[in-house]
């Protein structure tokens, strides 16, 4: 059987502090995305839509990065 190339024998890290550091980085995107879309429902005209979709983007990149997280940690 292979092995996973992210886990190799003798790597000793810590599991929860990279799930917690997991978490917090998927939490943390979620929540500048939520931000900036709060700031920029404010604003009208094309910067205002540009921020809406950079916050749709950031958001996305949130959400792929905490589901790839937990699909690692099975």
């Known amino acids: 059987m292979t092995l996973h190339p992210?886990?190799?024998?003798?790597?000793?890290?810590p599991q929860s502090l990279i799930k917690a550091l997991d978490a917090l980085l998927s939490v943390t995107f979620l929540?500048?995305?939520?931000?900036?879309?709060?700031?920029a429902s404010g604003m009208t005209g094309k910067d205002g839509r540009d921020l809406l979709w950079y916050s749709a983007l950031l958001g996305a990149y949130g959400i792929w990065r905490a589901i790839r997280s937990v699909i690692r940690q099975r």
């Open 6 to 13: 992210e886990k190799s024998p003798g790597d000793q890290r």
């Open 31 to 39: 929540g500048l995305a939520a931000y900036i879309a709060w700031y």
